[in-house]
């Protein structure tokens, strides 16, 4: 069965530091990019930037740039989301997704594959 | 506020049919960029309904359907049934802002 199994819940205080996983099994992690979207009440969803697992490249939204790091280690499968200074306005639920194309060229990609979340919460 | 807009709730009775509209601009779905479509129950993964405005994976019933003109498209579910009670998310690209862009959620209650 193809999953994506994210690490448990987090609670932590400004300016703290984190990173949270999301393990790839039941297919070829490198074969797939795996994407990160974060939840909030505010903002609904909200695409944050993909990582491919082959070669660690790497692309962010422009609303999450600088904010986060996002990367991957495929020799176990796993991609990261991290942060170096948490804020109160990064408490939301984070899901990473896997990316399937389906036409060449362009952003033609859908989420086929869900991890359950990882809910992130930052308060004093 | 999300980019794509959909209504906050629907609802419908057993076997009826609804429909959720997501309505975009001339930078994302009115730019031909496609729509995917998710179903979410809180506390469990998302799951592709939807692709490429109206293709079903494997496994998603024909009783799910989607459509697009224009800068909206829309999501039906024919013969509603209570597990159907969930989230429901349209998700597109647009190029002003180089992002992949979601819709703020549906929540459909079966009554």
């Known amino acids: 069965e193809v999953q994506l199994v994210q690490s448990g819940a987090e609670v932590k205080k400004p300016g703290e530091s984190l990173r949270i996983s999301c393990r790839g099994s039941g297919y070829r992690f490198t074969s797939y990019w795996i994407t990160w979207v974060r939840q909030t009440p505010g903002k609904g969803l909200q695409w944050m930037g993909i990582v491919d697992p082959s070669d660690s490249y790497i692309n962010y939204s422009p609303s999450f740039q600088g904010h986060v790091t996002i990367s991957a280690d495929k020799s176990i499968s796993t991609a990261y989301l991290q942060w170096s200074s948490l804020k109160a306005s990064d408490t939301g639920v984070y899901y990473c997704?896997?990316?399937?194309?389906?036409?060449?060229?362009?952003?033609?990609?859908?989420?086929?594959?869900w991890g359950t979340g990882t809910t992130v919460t930052v308060s004093s | 506020q999300s980019v794509l807009t959909q209504p906050p709730s629907v609802s419908g009775a057993p076997g009826q049919r609804v429909t959720i509209s997501c309505t975009g601009s001339?930078?994302?779905?009115?730019?031909?960029?496609?729509v995917h479509w998710y179903q979410h129950l809180p506390g469990t993964a998302p799951k592709v309904l939807i692709y490429d405005n109206n293709n079903r994976p494997s496994g998603v019933p024909d009783r799910f359907s989607g459509s697009k003109s224009g800068t909206s498209a829309s999501l039906a579910i024919t013969g509603l049934q209570t597990e159907d009670e969930a989230d429901y998310y349209c998700q597109s690209y647009d190029n002003s802002l180089s992002d992949w862009v979601f819709g703020g959620g549906t929540k459909l209650t079966v009554l």
């Open positions: 001339s930078s994302n779905i009115g730019a031909d960029y496609d």
């Open positions: 997704a896997r990316l399937r194309r389906y036409l060449e060229g362009g952003p033609y990609y859908y989420m086929d594959v």
